[in-house]
C-alpha cells in the first residue's frame, strides 16, 4: 500500500486572546492515510475535526508534530512546507471541499469549475466543467453566472464540481453532504467511489456517515480537550 500522509505528534493549541487563555485542540496525535484509503474523523461538535483538516490544508498552522505528505518525487512536511509549496500542492495533489464555496466576482461558473483543468495544462476545459456541473444538478442557465448570487446548495453543487474535477492524491472533506439535495448527494458518493477506486486517498467529516459506510476503511475518534491553560499574549 503507497502511504499518502503520517501525522507524527501532531499539536495544536487556539490562543484566546480576549481571555488571555490557550485551549488544547490536539496533543500528540499521530495517524496514517494510504492511497485509496477512506479515514471517518468522528467526534462532537467543537471537537476539531475541521480544526485538523484546516491544520493539513495549512490554513491553521500546526504548533508541534508533523504531517509528512509522499509526493512521487520525495516527503515534504506539510506542517514546515514553504508557502509557496502549498500553493502548488492545492492545485494539484490536495484537495479542500468545504460547505462554503469562495466566489470572485465576474467569474461564472463553468469557469470556476474549469479553472483546476486548464492549471493542468488541458486544453479546451470547458466541456467537461460543464458536464461536471451536470451531473452534480447546475441548471444550464446558471452555467454562465457567478455564484455569488446561487443558493446555498447551488454554490455547494459548483463546490463539488470544482474540488473533485480531476484525482488528487490526497482530498479533505468537510461535511460535504451538507445542503445538498438528493440527486446532488447521490452524484457526489458516486464521484467519490470512482476516485478512491484511481487511488485518491480521502480524510472526511459527515454528519451522516452512514451515507458513506460503504467507502469507509478507518475511523479516527477525535476526545475533547478541555483544560484551560493561562498564557502570556
Ligand atoms: N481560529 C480559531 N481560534 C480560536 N478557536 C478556534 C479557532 N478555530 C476553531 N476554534 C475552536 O476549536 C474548537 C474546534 O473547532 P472545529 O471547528 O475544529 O470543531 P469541529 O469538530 O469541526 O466541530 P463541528 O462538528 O461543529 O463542525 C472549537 O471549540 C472552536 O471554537
Ligand atoms: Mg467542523
Not at 488544547?24 to 480544526?51: I, M, Y
Not at 468537510?174 to 457526489?188: H, I, M, Q, Y
Not at 467519490?192 to 472526511?204: E, N, P, T, W
Not at 475518534?221 to 478541555?226: D, G, Q
Request: aromatic fraction near 6%; charged fraction near 25%.
Amino acid at each position: 500500500m503507497t502511504r499518502v500522509l503520517t501525522a507524527e505528534a501532531l499539536t495544536k493549541n487556539f490562543v484566546l486572546h480576549h481571555l488571555s487563555q490557550s485551549l488544547p485542540a490536539f496533543r500528540d496525535l499521530s495517524f496514517t492515510v494510504d492511497a485509496g484509503e477512506f479515514l471517518l474523523l468522528r467526534g462532537p461538535n467543537g471537537v476539531g475535526k475541521s480544526t485538523l483538516l484546516r491544520m493539513i490544508w495549512r490554513s491553521y498552522l500546526v504548533d508541534a508534530g508533523h504531517l509528512w505528505f509522499e509526493r512521487p518525487d520525495g516527503v515534504i512536511d506539510l506542517a514546515r512546507a514553504a508557502d509557496v509549496d502549498i500553493a502548488v500542492l492545492r492545485r494539484g495533489e490536495i484537495g479542500f471541499v468545504t460547505q462554503f464555496l469562495i466566489a470572485r466576482p465576474r467569474v461564472s461558473a463553468e469557469e470556476v469549475v474549469a479553472e483546476p483543468l486548464r492549471q493542468a495544462g488541458i486544453a479546451d476545459p470547458l466541456p467537461r466543467a460543464r458536464a461536471a456541473l451536470e451531473t452534480f444538478g447546475v441548471r444550464p442557465d446558471l452555467w454562465r453566472a457567478c455564484p455569488a448570487t446561487f443558493s446555498g446548495g447551488e454554490q455547494q453543487k459548483v463546490n463539488l464540481a470544482r474540488a473533485l474535477i480531476l484525482p488528487m492524491r490526497l482530498l479533505l472533506l468537510d461535511e460535504p453532504t451538507a445542503s445538498l439535495d438528493a440527486g446532488a448527494r447521490k452524484a457526489l458518493l458516486a464521484r467519490l467511489a470512482d476516485l478512491k477506486s484511481q487511488g485518491v486517498a480521502m480524510i472526511g467529516v459527515f454528519h451522516h456517515p452512514g451515507d458513506v459506510a460503504h467507502l469507509i476503511d478507518r475511523e479516527l475518534t477525535l476526545k475533547p480537550m478541555t483544560e484551560l491553560s493561562n498564557v502570556a499574549v
